[in-house]
Structure formats: structure tokens, C-alpha cells
Nanobody, 117 residues
């Protein structure tokens, strides 16, 4: 059974940077991976996604040009580099992965990101 574990969240000032990591435990393959976020009182929303080979990425308009998703398959890790952080980026960030079932049914426990002065 694959488990996704996020890390790297924390408190950062507006304009600052944070880098999130998500490690997939186990040996089963994890194909496309993505980041989602959920702010208090709001629904979970898509942030960024990357294909297995890392050649194709996709971003929500709200983070385009500021966030960068990448992956290191040898380390079974996906990253989210977040630059130019804004208070509206405050949320719990969740890692998501496509399992061997072909469905994006793998979720991490989330890591809190707070952007505040």
C-alpha cells in the first residue's frame, strides 16, 4: 500500500518562499502526481500537476508563474516550490497521486502553509 507523506509547510511572510515535498512510501508505482489545497471554509482546489516523466505540468491560474511542481522518481518524491507567496495562499496543502488503479486515489495527510506578516 502506498502512502503519501507531505512536509515543508510552515509560516512565511508575504513575498517569501517555501518548498513542499511529498514522498511516496512502498514500492508500487505512482503515476501522475498533483498538489491541491484547502483554505478554511473553502473547498479543496487544484494547484498543480505533473506527469510520470516530469515533462508535462499544469497549474491553476492563481499560482501560475509563482509555483513550480517537479519530481524525482528515484526518490519517489514530488515537490512544490512556492515563490512570491501571498496571504491567499494560506491553506492546507495536500499531495495527490495516481495509483496502479489508474485513478488519482492516493492522498497525503496535508501540510499547513500560512502566509502572514
Amino acid at each position: 500500500q502506498v502512502q503519501l507523506v507531505e512536509s515543508g509547510g510552515g509560516l512565511e511572510q508575504p513575498g517569501g518562499s517555501l518548498k513542499l515535498s511529498c514522498v511516496a512510501s512502498g514500492t508500487a508505482a505512482v503515476y501522475a502526481m498533483a498538489w491541491f489545497r484547502q483554505a478554511p471554509g473553502k473547498e479543496r482546489e487544484f494547484v498543480a500537476a505533473i506527469n510520470l516523466g516530469g515533462s508535462t505540468t499544469r497549474y491553476a491560474d492563481a499560482v501560475k508563474g509563482r509555483f513550480t511542481i517537479s519530481r524525482d522518481n528515484a526518490k519517489r518524491t514530488v515537490f512544490l516550490q512556492m515563490d512570491g507567496l501571498k496571504p491567499e495562499d494560506t491553506a492546507v496543502y495536500y499531495c495527490n497521486g495516481e495509483s496502479v488503479t489508474g485513478r488519482p486515489d492516493l492522498w497525503g495527510q496535508g501540510t499547513q502553509v500560512t502566509v502572514s506578516s
